[in-house]
């Protein structure tokens, strides 16, 4: 009972881990990008640390106001902000935890696309994985997964074995 149990654990664990992974892999080629956020200039709405995906096919000229966005800062930087106000110029920002706007921070020729929607937590795991020693433990926890999984498959495959082998003793 307790291996039948561990094995359906370590089985859901690793699909999870697989299901995010593809996932990710599946959003980038579709054209949906996938941003860690690293401030809290958008909380409560969305959290430091969360894995954002943003619509790249979104246009421009659908945006409107209160529609939140990813556009590029002068410096490089991504920035994910709430649309506050539409003008002629481009459109003015704002993160929901500022008391400022960003004034007029995005043009169409800084426009990433629409946020979708953002995954709290995740990105920080993400994060943590890619570092190498995040690369090391995740390697590692998943072999160590693959292991139990194999050890308690075994333990099944030993007991179908062992009463061929009885049959087959029986049958002598």
Excluded: W
């Amino acid at each position: 009972m307790i291996k039948k149990v561990g094995n359906i654990i370590i089985n859901t664990i690793i699909a999870i881990i697989l299901f995010v992974i593809f996932g990710i892999f599946i959003l980038n080629l579709t054209g949906f990008r996938t941003y860690i956020v690293e401030s809290g200039s958008m909380e409560p709405a969305i959290q430091t640390g969360s894995l954002c995906i943003v619509n790249t096919h979104a246009d421009y000229d659908d945006v409107q106001t209160g529609d939140i966005i990813a556009f590029r800062l002068a410096t490089g930087d991504m920035a994910t902000h709430r649309v506050i106000r539409i003008t002629p110029d481009g459109l003015e920002t704002k993160g929901d935890h500022a008391k400022n706007s960003d004034g007029i921070s995005t043009t169409s020729k800084n426009f990433v696309g629409q946020t979708i929607c953002a995954i709290p937590k995740l990105g920080i795991l993400l994060r943590q994985l890619t570092t190498q020693r995040g690369i090391i433990l995740g390697v590692t926890g998943i072999l160590s997964l693959i292991l139990l999984n194999t050890l308690f498959s075994s333990s099944k495959n030993t007991k179908f074995y062992d009463k061929i082998k009885e049959k087959g003793e029986k049958q002598k």
